[in-house]
């Protein structure tokens, strides 16, 4: 910098006034700084340097639900990183990704070290959720994707609960009385199963899409939790569900990935959708390569969820408390849903 403003002429402060923004600079000796700088190949101040003057590290740090290699085949997940980034970067923030912690007791995780000003969890448990123990613990000002709404926090949310409930309604409906459903996660990963008994899922997308249900007043006759949200674990799950004895005519996906997946398991199992069964989604995701078929699904927007998010954040940074967000959905009817085979 002292190199900069003795080539052009001016004050250290001139030079620093220039490259913030942060004062009145006259056009002439902007551009006088900025050719000298140029010249010399300084291309601004040291972020570390900046970091440790502000007290900020100017980074918002994207907790992952799962392996990072899982969340990029995820065309949501990614729609609501694009958004948050695009929000954010205005801004002069960058994102830093870190999966969540499991909780476990020698487990070294990222989030208690990492350089953070905010924080978007993207996937909240019910209770003791490890990320957010961290988080209150190093003071992060912190925005969740549904879930729970927790104290000082900000939430962007979806009514998943009733949109889910009026894809059933949809179903009944149509004449079908033998409804199936494959879940989300219900906690940490484990194999692609149908749920015996009464388990609960922590994971509030999984709970909430579930006890749709009982708000419709229907009892699914087959219960598939999947390991994660992609189309090979909805093939995993489509055959389990298809092969159930309960014979399901409908079956009510928590994603458009775990959809897709039950498409593709219904093909090699020889069943025709929507003939021979059902098929909804979750997300709104366009799908071509699903061709001819098109889902019955949810609409939600990521890019939009994501946006929101960077903007809860960014009103926790300057101190106010942001009120909680609700994200409209909408029901998009596509050809995966018919009347059951008689």
């Not at 969740?144 to 009026?166: C, F, H, N, S, Y």
């Amino acid at each position: 910098m002292a190199d900069v403003a003795e080539r052009a002429g001016v004050s250290l402060s001139t030079v620093s006034l220039t490259f913030s923004g942060a004062g009145p600079i006259t056009p002439d000796t902007k551009a006088r700084v900025e050719k000298a700088a140029a010249e010399l190949g300084y291309h601004g101040p040291s972020p570390v340097a900046k970091s440790l003057r502000s007290g900020r590290s100017h980074i918002v740090g994207f907790v992952l639900p799962e392996m990072i290699s899982h969340s990029f085949k995820d065309p949501f997940g990614l729609g609501v990183l694009d958004g948050a980034i695009a929000s954010l970067g205005d801004r002069g923030l960058g994102i830093l990704l870190v999966s969540a912690p499991n909780g476990g007791e020698s487990e070294r995780s990222l989030l208690e070290t990492s350089p953070m000003d905010g924080a978007i969890v993207m996937r909240v448990r019910d209770h003791d959720d490890p990320s957010l123990e961290i988080l209150r613990r190093r003071g992060i000002p912190t925005v969740l994707m549904e879930g729970p709404p927790q104290k000082g926090m900000g939430i962007v949310t979806i009514d998943d609960e009733k949109a889910t409930a009026d894809l059933i309604r949809h179903l009944v409906k149509l004449g079908h009385t033998r409804i199936g459903t494959v879940t989300l996660s219900f906690d940490l990963p484990r194999d692609t199963h149908v749920v015996e008994g009464d388990a609960e899922a922590v994971w509030a997308p999984a709970r909430n899409r579930l006890r749709a249900f009982a708000r419709a007043k229907v009892d699914p006759c087959v219960v598939v939790e999947a390991r994660t949200s992609l189309v090979e674990e909805g093939m995993a799950a489509g055959h389990l569900a298809l092969s159930h004895p309960s014979r399901p005519t409908a079956l009510v996906c928590q994603s458009d990935l775990l959809a897709a997946g039950v498409i593709l398991a219904a093909r090699e199992l020889e069943l025709r959708v929507p003939h021979d069964v059902s098929v909804t989604g979750f997300d709104g995701l366009d799908l071509p390569w699903l061709a001819p078929h098109e889902l019955t699904t949810v609409n939600q927007d990521a890019h939009r969820k994501g946006e929101l998010m960077a903007g809860e954040v960014l009103a926790l940074l300057e101190g106010e408390t942001p009120a909680p967000v609700n994200l409209p959905l909408e029901i998009r009817l596509g050809t995966t849903t018919a009347h059951p085979p008689k």
